[in-house]
């Protein structure tokens, strides 16, 4: 991996990190085993990829860090309570995320699943407010980009990747065409929506929203399949989490469906597919590059 990328990208993820930590530095009206619950999870290590994206975006495309401070901010809570709902017994059934146990293991199953309520509620009520103290030049472009925030994480988009997530267990009718559709939806949409979200609020042209979107379908697609490859070929103190569990629970992955090379082939070809985009795009695509690199080749 190219180091100074990796490092920049800490770097971000640290920034990130604060603006987090700023959220949560205010009094809450609720027992504190809620709030507690919430952070537990917020702030156990991630790589935040989502808001990363979002900034970096909107900078690409010329605007700034404080256009999107706020909605970088609840995306990263949406990503993260869904993690605590998919390690859930009744999802993916998890005791392990990012090397430390689960919520659920650490809170029980009820507290677990108010904290990813409460982190999806926290995370508009962030955003909103985030959006309140624009200037009046940028606020429609802010709720423009709240709304495919919402639509990413809803039935439309992550929800409904994770339904058919679900009810793709046991399913002798499985298919290409299904389990494309739980990768767009269920990763693909979210990163996407970081993506879109930073260009709107840098107000680009439509066609760069256009080829930003298939970029992101492209990388988020893979992001699902190398996920799956991992879960085949790593070792769960690499991961942070158990391996072989997608096998455990009879899920249908791309290596299930049709073999380790396949999936990766799979992977290679969104990677192109992730850089034709680019090549199409008028501004600096360098850190788009490395950060397919990142996600199509990481091995950990």
């Known amino acids: 991996m190219n180091q100074t990328f990796k490092k920049s990208l800490e770097q971000m993820a640290d920034e990130v990190e604060k603006d987090l930590l ?5 009094p809450f009206d609720a027992p504190d085993i ?4 919430m952070k537990y999870s917020l702030f156990a290590g991630g790589k935040r990829i989502r808001p990363v994206l979002m ?3 909107c900078e690409l495309f010329g605007g700034t860090i404080e256009d999107v401070r706020a909605l970088s901010c609840a995306i990263e809570m949406i ?5 605590i709902h998919d390690d859930l017994p009744e999802m993916d059934n998890d005791d392990l995320r990012r090397g430390q146990p689960s919520n659920h293991k650490v809170y029980g199953n009820n507290i677990a699943v108010l904290a990813g309520d409460a982190l999806l509620n926290y995370a508009v009520e962030t955003a909103v407010s985030g959006i309140g103290r624009l200037p009046a030049s940028k606020m429609n472009y802010g709720i423009q980009a709240l709304d495919v925030l919402m639509h ?3 039935v439309n988009g992550m929800i409904g990747g994770q339904v058919g997530d679900v009810l793709a267990e046991n399913d002798d009718e499985m298919n290409a065409e299904k389990l494309k559709y739980i990768h767009s939806h269920k990763t693909g949409a979210l990163l996407t929506a970081a993506l879109l979200c930073g260009a709107i609020m840098a ?3 439509e066609k760069s929203l256009i080829l930003i979107q298939q970029y992101g379908e492209s990388i988020g697609t893979a992001f699902q399949i190398v996920d799956d490859v991992l879960d085949v070929t790593s070792d769960t103190k690499t991961l942070g989490k158990p391996v072989h569990s997608d096998q455990e629970d009879h899920k249908m992955t791309m290596v299930s469906l049709y073999g380790l090379e ?3 082939e799979k992977v290679t070809e969104y990677y192109q597919a992730a850089c034709k985009s680019l090549d199409k795009l008028a501004i600096d695509t360098q850190f788009y590059r490395q950060m397919a690199d990142y996600i199509c080749k990481r091995a950990y």
């Open 22 to 26: 700023e959220c949560f530095d205010k």
């Open 262 to 264: 396949s999936a990766q």
């Open 79 to 83: 990503h993260t309570y869904s993690l």
């Open 152 to 154: 990413a994480s809803g």
């Open 55 to 57: 900034r970096k975006t």
């Open 203 to 205: 107000k680009a042209d």
């Open 34 to 37: 809620i709030v507690s619950s």
